[in-house]
């Protein structure tokens, strides 16, 4: 989380920090302890969501 996870990325685009707030997730925060269920869904969204992207890309697939 130390690395991906930098609030100095905020204004950096496709970062976890910026989609964070995009999806107005705040529960998520950098110590993964203190909110462990908000980022193991956070993480699992995010990684689902790339991976359509990438699918989507590959096959030349636009959205609508």
Same mark, same amino acid.
């Given at each position: 989380?130390d690395h991906?996870?930098?609030g100095r990325?905020?204004?950096?685009?496709g970062?976890?920090?910026?989609?964070?707030n995009?999806?107005?997730q705040? =529960? +998520?925060t950098? +110590? +993964? =302890?203190e909110s462990f269920?908000? +980022? =193991?869904?956070?993480?699992?969204?995010v990684?689902?969501?790339?991976?359509?992207?990438?699918? @989507?890309?590959?096959?030349g @697939?636009k959205v609508i």
């Amino acid at each position: 989380m130390d690395h991906f996870y930098d609030g100095r990325s905020a204004t950096d685009k496709g970062t976890l920090f910026q989609l964070r707030n995009a999806l107005c997730q705040r =529960s +998520v925060t950098k +110590v +993964v =302890s203190e909110s462990f269920n908000y +980022v =193991s869904e956070f993480i699992s969204f995010v990684t689902k969501a790339y991976i359509l992207a990438f699918a @989507l890309d590959t096959l030349g @697939l636009k959205v609508i």
